[in-house]
């Protein structure tokens, strides 16, 4: 079953959802829409740190995940770029709306531990 990115109600990979089947499709395979996620299955990930002026985000380590996650000012246990970090995430976000994709809210998490920097 294929559900496209902006059908996914910002389920992760590795959550259990539950889905529609969309009509009317035209491609070779079964695409649906998430309806509703029922259980996360990601509630922290591993990930490097990227400090901006007034917030910094997560890349997660597991590709596979496909957003970063928003860290905001004040949460991040002092954290600079470059440190490898266990992120617990408090907001799974909202998905993106409208042909653009545009109004989407990331995922947003605090940062529970640092693991060290890239360098060391």
Known sequence: MFIPADKTLGA????????????????????????????????????????????GFVVPDNRKLGQDIFIPQGQDMGAVTGHKVVVEITDYGSPAKGPNRGGGKSSEGIITEILGHAND
């Open 12 to 55: 992760m990979h590795g959550d259990r959802v539950q889905i529609t089947v969309m009509p009317n499709q035209q491609g070779r395979r079964p695409e649906g829409a998430v309806a509703r996620v029922l259980e996360r299955a990601n509630r922290t990930v591993v990930g490097y740190y990227q400090k901006s002026k007034a917030y």
